[in-house]
């Protein structure tokens, strides 16, 4: 079991890492509790929610992105205000990145905010979006639009949930691993030696690695103003805009995707370690297969909303040699130019 400390000017959270962390310290979460989660885990772990949390207030989320919404915030609030619950409860999101960043936003925004511990149970959110403090809603079609920082106080990490997770998810989720790879050396190295980069035992292993490298991120830029915390962007400009366009894959896949071209348009600039770029390419593709697209600068279109750009200019991450990254800045019709040219 490794515990991992997040200070920032705001607050200290703990992050408990390890086989068996649930059983541990689920039960010594005290107080007035509620509990969020969504359909899918409440279908699998209803149970051991019930034993864990006696009497503790519950409410199920539909499953998926389309919960993410102000109709379901305002639903979780009254469900906490019927539960009455007082300003010194806690609560607990139980689930993926949906329930995550939903029950977040509810705890920071009830009574002005009140304890929030997050229990990820995919992968995803275990390596990314259960650390750091960013909680939202989708507004307007914009993913994320409205949301807080607020620090959970406690994280609960437990790989053991990964064994119910759909094999698209665990892809998804070594989508973001892959990007730590290409920011963390430990992280680097680890997957380079790892035969096969799919075993639960072997994502279990490197969950704690991302999450000390995400930790030593938000605790300088907590806020993601000095432009430390972007680089966990990584891949994101390109892949999101593919996300998008192209739908049907999952986030990782595209993060990965997005990297992949991000890495070409790199080597063509001469930017980093030419050698450094191959490997990393050739760990992509242990991990997905690299659509040619086509109608590539169609969806490149929808990387003139990232959130990163600046004017007029596109803001990609790119690694420059392991372990470090910088960003590019690129006009728009330089951009699209050269990810046709990956195409060719
Ligand atoms: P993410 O964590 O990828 O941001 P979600 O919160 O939507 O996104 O979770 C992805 C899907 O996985 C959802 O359908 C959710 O219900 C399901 N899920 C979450 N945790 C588990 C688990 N441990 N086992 C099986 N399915 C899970
Ligand atoms: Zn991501």
């Known amino acids: 079991m490794t515990d991992i400390l997040l200070n920032t000017s705001s607050c200290k959270s703990i992050i408990h890492c390890g086989d068996g962390a649930f059983v541990k310290y689920a039960p010594l979460l005290g107080g007035q509790k509620f509990l969020v989660t969504d359909t899918n885990v409440n279908a699998i772990y209803g149970k051991l929610i019930k034993e864990y949390f006696v009497g503790c207030g519950l409410y199920v989320l539909p499953a998926g992105e389309k919960s993410k919404t102000f109709r379901y915030l305002s639903d979780i609030l009254a469900a906490m205000a019927d539960a009455e619950l007082n300003r010194s409860c806690t609560v607990i999101a139980f689930g993926g990145g949906v329930v995550g960043d939903i029950a977040g936003l509810a705890a920071s925004l009830y009574m002005r905010g009140v304890n929030a511990v997050q229990i990820p149970t995919t992968l995803l959110s275990q390596v990314d979006s259960s650390v750091g403090g960013k909680t939202a809603v989708d507004f307007k079609n914009i993913k994320n639009l409205v949301g807080t920082f607020y620090q959970p106080s406690e994280v609960i990490v437990d790989p053991l949930f990964l064994k119910t997770l759909p094999p698209r998810e665990i892809r998804c989720g070594l989508g973001e691993i892959i990007k730590y790879a ?18 639960l035992d072997f994502l279990g292993s490197i969950v704690p690695d991302c999450i000390r490298h995400k930790v030593r991120v938000v605790s300088v830029d907590e ?8 680089t966990l962007n990584l891949g994101h400009t ?100 050269l990810l046709k040219e990956v195409n060719q």
Do not use: C, Q, W
């Open 182 to 199: 290409a920011l963390d050396k430990v992280v680097y190295s680890k997957l380079l030696k790892e035969a096969n980069i799919f075993s």
């Open 223 to 230: 806020r993601d103003v000095n432009g430390i915390r972007k």
């Open 238 to 337: 390109t892949g999101h805009a593919a996300e998008l366009y192209y739908r049907r894959k999952s986030h990782g896949e595209f993060v990965l995707i997005g990297m992949y071209y991000e890495l070409h348009i790199a080597e063509k600039l001469k930017i980093g370690d030419v050698k450094y770029y191959a490997e990393l390419r050739r760990l992509i593709e242990r991990a997905v297969k690299i659509p040619v697209y086509a109608d590539i600068e169609k969806a490149a279109g929808l990387a003139k909303m990232d959130k990163k750009n600046t004017g007029e200019s596109i803001s990609l991450v790119v690694p420059t040699s392991e372990g470090e990254s910088t960003e590019l800045k690129l006009s728009f019709d330089e951009y699209v130019r």
